[in-house]
């Protein structure tokens, strides 16, 4: 991880010399509003750990998805399939609550209807484009029937800006949980996290996941588990590479957004969502299970206008993914019962 | 239509000496709720013609899905594919208002929770399973700001029951129109519809469409168009089938449920919503295209343990989808500048 830092450290540099336009403030922002146009926005709820976060691109941007865990809570995604005719979203809405989370998407139509930002109906009729998904936090606190709403979706779209992401404890990560493969007892905290890669050509590709997983979190640049199922005693890493050879392993959920200043087509988002999917695979172990609600949405705001090489764009998509997620077991605080990896020192 | 008329009352009849158990009531109903355990229920909002219907299976039902149309409103299809986790749903919510509709399936989760029925995330958290599709009437009225919500899911839920399902302008088909393919001054009338088949053999194929389509409404038994585009002067049909040759062709969306109560899998239900389709294509000119939200959702209640045939369920379903599609055409009722069937005599 170290040595990827650097590598994005010396981009960095790279970068503030040859983009000229952007301000030095947004060059410092390696998250995923570093790409012009995104906002995000949490709302965090404070009766249960759980919340929403949204990521906002009111101009719209081109989007695709991969929905590639078996245990999917999720909205207005088969208007992402590349033969389907809406061709923009204005909103991607992300929370915990599983099913019932869903519910935080219709705050974020609200939102955007009221400055009349979506697909025009008809030529006139606004009709708000925001696919989502949701993570299970449920069984987190103690009172399960406390979940994310409608208004948790409009207080997150109030509260989206172009700042850096918060990380952590927070939205749609509140709630957010790693290590379940010995079961909850055993488990840690996770949440949100995001990243972003700069290319000296002015490409950004970024990243923001939702950490919740069954498996460990692994930082692919050391091959070490960072945080994840906990010895029998609580106090060290088990390593679920090792438990999955001698027992069960179980269940959840990440959910993620990637976002690029490229111009692509809803067919080339589809495979960069696709090819993201390899961070999950890379940093979570065991990822895509039964149980996994595994989500990647892909948003191109098309500021670049030059040709993107697909590949390329979904190389750097995977990384920032993995690092996203890295440092969303990273920047996770402890709740009851579940240390987080800053604990475990 | 007549021949099939005739058909399904000689079915009927076998029927009637072959299922000791079923009551002479439940044997008249050829709707959806022809198929013991599935309840409808219809909210029909007053303020401007829109609505929802709620298909409630309350001891669950396995189910697939098969989205056509390529301008889909939709939620909780992904856990539908073959390969996920969940098996069975607990209720279809179907509405119109577009992506904004897709809130009365909220009410129908609230109805479900409170009754404790759906999945049991980590053995006793209850998460109802309600997939959700939603048709546009934004345009139909003149306020589109009105649009089903979560009380309307709610309410169509509370009002659901087993006798024989309304048809016509009721619920998800209320403001439900056809034949706009010369624009929306020559559109016409239609809703929801419902057809049951009984085989000899106990097995119950059912369906339950709410149509709302750019194509016409034809009849499969004679060729001729129910509903449809209207001439220049309003007072005849056109036929969507020689505009198109000659004229544009525009949009939006059928959602349609079928019901069996055969023992069938996932992946066996997605063939069976796979040919269900046959029915739009066969029913409806033209269908599946580019504005149409073309959704059905296929459900089998498992209550016939003997091995079922996809084909022949899928080829009756396509049949009873059709069925429908007359009937939604030939039920509905006409609105202020939307003619139905009926009035063109």
């Not at 590639?68 to 088969?78: C, I, K, L, Q, V």
């Not at 590709?205 to 950490?211: C, Q």
């Not at 690029?260 to 890379?282: S, Y």
């Amino acid at each position: 991880m170290q040595s990827v830092r650097l590598i994005r450290r010396a981009i960095l540099t790279f970068a503030l010399l040859s983009a000229a336009l952007d301000t030095r403030a947004q060059q410092a922002n390696l998250t995923l509003t570093a790409v012009p146009g995104i906002k995000v926005g949490h709302h965090t709820i404070t009766e249960r750990p759980t919340g929403c976060t949204v990521i906002l691109v009111e101009a719209g941007a081109t989007a695709g998805v991969d929905v590639r865990g078996a245990a999917p809570a999720s909205a207005e995604t088969d208007l992402l399939k590349p033969v389907n005719l809406v061709q923009q979203v204005y909103a991607i809405s992300l929370s915990g609550g599983s099913a019932f989370g869903l519910d935080s998407r219709s705050g974020v139509m609200r939102y955007l209807d009221e400055k009349n930002i979506g697909f025009k109906a008809y030529g006139s009729i606004n009709v708000p484009i925001v696919p989502a998904a949701s993570l299970i936090d449920l069984n987190i606190g103690t009172n399960p029937r406390i979940r994310p709403t409608a208004e948790c979706g409009y207080r997150a779209a109030q509260a989206a800006s172009t700042a850096p992401v918060v990380e952590g404890n927070v939205g749609a990560g509140t709630g957010a949980t790693v290590g379940k493969s010995a079961g909850s007892g055993r488990a840690m905290k996770a949440g949100i996290g995001s990243a972003a890669i700069r290319m000296p050509d002015g490409l950004i590709v970024a990243a923001l996941v939702a950490v919740n997983a069954a498996g460990d979190v692994i930082d692919p640049a050391t091959g070490k588990v960072i945080a994840g199922v906990r010895t029998a005693d609580g106090r060290a890493l088990a390593d679920a590479r090792a438990l999955l050879t001698s027992g069960a392993i179980k269940q959840p959920a990440r959910l993620g957004v990637v976002a690029t200043n490229a111009t692509l087509t809803k067919t080339q988002l589809t495979k960069v969502a696709e090819m993201a999917h390899d961070g999950f695979a890379r940093a979570i172990f065991p990822s895509h299970t039964m149980g996994d609600g595994d989500t990647i949405f892909a948003l191109a705001t098309g500021a670049q206008s030059a040709p993107a090489d697909v590949s390329r764009v979904g190389a750097l998509a995977a990384q920032v993914v993995a690092d996203a997620i890295v440092r969303a077991a990273r920047q996770a605080t402890s709740i009851p019962g579940y240390p987080a990896a800053r604990d475990l020192k």
